[in-house]
């Protein structure tokens, strides 16, 4: 069956359009149209009319997109902003009155949940003793699972973009020792309750943040050419995420798209993303992390095609 799931975050709003035979997941169509809603709900408490707006918009588009693509059923689902923000009511109407779909904001471990599901979908077996993260703009998901159960799991206020706006670090110049002091200061505190992991565990991770930083490390910076395509089980290292961070950084913005082919609004938070992941992977003592490249939406897709 062909189905398609939204997710509408605080970075972007991303389409996944499956085919799901059994068990088994095959995305056959992605597409991402980045919006940075959370900055609105980090700075205000509340998306506005603009941001409203454009989230319908865009959703709309990708649902049409959807339907011309054969799928059968749409998901549209919102995380941190819609769930945080003081009008996500109006948001979940807006959008569902312009897609012709209705939207439902999951929880943090409605998120965790998904998460688990994703990557034990995409791996094919349930996994003994894994840890799963997933960066988002607006928040972190954290997830230990033992033989496909969720065995606990954590949702941390930061992500890419809401870290990225809280510290102001939105210039054009490279990251100075202080900017990197409060960067460092401020993942190093939002992470002290993480979960406890077990020696061995293998590491898996999903969102925009670790796909990215994964391109950069597998494809070079800048990326060679005639070298690109998916990331998807691709071997990410702690210790290559630590150099990304120091040379991402220690770059202006200018230099950062021209080195990394990104765009402004991805260049200016990745940073901040580095910052978590680096973090996160030395809080929890974890070498490596395989890429997950489709995050929550492959669970999204499954769960769609069993109703």
């Known amino acids: 069956m062909r189905v398609a799931a939204i997710d509408?975050?605080?970075?972007?709003?991303?389409?996944?359009?499956?085919?799901?035979?059994?068990?088994?997941?095959?995305?056959?169509?992605?597409?991402?149209?980045?919006?940075?809603?959370?900055?609105?709900?980090?700075?205000?408490?509340?998306?506005?009319?603009?941001?409203?707006?454009?989230?319908?918009?865009?959703?709309?588009?990708?649902?049409?997109?959807?339907?011309?693509?054969?799928?059968?059923?749409?998901?549209?689902?919102?995380?941190?902003?819609?769930?945080?923000?003081?009008?996500?009511?109006?948001?979940?109407?807006?959008?569902?009155?312009?897609?012709?779909?209705?939207?439902?904001?999951?929880?943090?471990?409605?998120?965790?949940?998904?998460?688990?599901?994703?990557?034990?979908?995409?791996?094919?077996?349930?996994?003994?003793?894994?840890?799963?993260?997933?960066?988002?703009?607006?928040?972190?998901?954290?997830?230990?699972?033992?033989?496909?159960l969720v065995v606990d799991q954590v949702s941390l206020p930061i992500g890419a973009v809401r870290l990225t706006d809280r510290l102001d670090l939105r210039g054009d110049e490279p990251f100075d020792n202080e900017e990197m002091t409060r960067l460092r200061v401020a993942v190093e505190e939002a992470t002290t309750d993480v979960l406890s992991v077990e020696s061995g565990s293998r590491?898996?991770?999903?969102?925009?943040?670790?796909?990215?930083?994964?391109?950069?490390?597998?494809?070079?910076?800048?990326?060679?050419?005639?070298?690109?395509?998916?990331?998807?089980?691709?071997?990410?290292?702690?210790d290559a995420v630590d150099e990304l961070l120091v040379d991402l950084a220690g770059r202006s913005l200018a230099d950062r798209m021209a080195c990394t082919g990104l765009k402004a609004v991805r260049a200016q938070i990745i940073p901040a993303g580095a910052a978590i992941l680096a973090g996160l992977l030395h809080r929890l003592d974890v070498d490596a992390l395989q890429v997950h490249e489709h995050g929550i939406r492959t669970g999204l897709l499954f769960d769609l095609a069993q109703r």
């Not at 925009?208 to 071997?235: H, K, N, Y």
């Open 8 to 148: 509408v975050g605080s970075n972007s709003v991303k389409l996944s359009i499956g085919e799901v035979d059994g068990d088994h997941v095959h995305v056959v169509r992605t597409e991402r149209i980045t919006l940075q809603v959370g900055r609105e709900v980090e700075l205000h408490g509340r998306l506005g009319n603009e941001a409203i707006a454009a989230v319908a918009d865009a959703v709309s588009s990708l649902a049409t997109k959807a339907r011309l693509a054969g799928a059968r059923r749409i998901d549209v689902v919102g995380t941190s902003a819609a769930r945080e923000a003081a009008d996500g009511d109006r948001l979940v109407a807006e959008v569902g009155a312009a897609a012709g779909v209705p939207m439902r904001r999951l929880s943090g471990l409605d998120e965790a949940h998904l998460v688990s599901r994703s990557i034990d979908i995409a791996v094919g077996i349930p996994l003994r003793s894994a840890i799963m993260l997933d960066i988002g703009g607006g928040s972190t998901e954290l997830v230990r699972t033992d033989g496909g």
């Open 203 to 238: 590491g898996f991770g999903c969102g925009g943040t670790v796909t990215t930083l994964a391109r950069l490390d597998l494809f070079g910076m800048p990326p060679q050419e005639g070298r690109s395509g998916t990331v998807d089980r691709a071997l990410l290292g702690r």
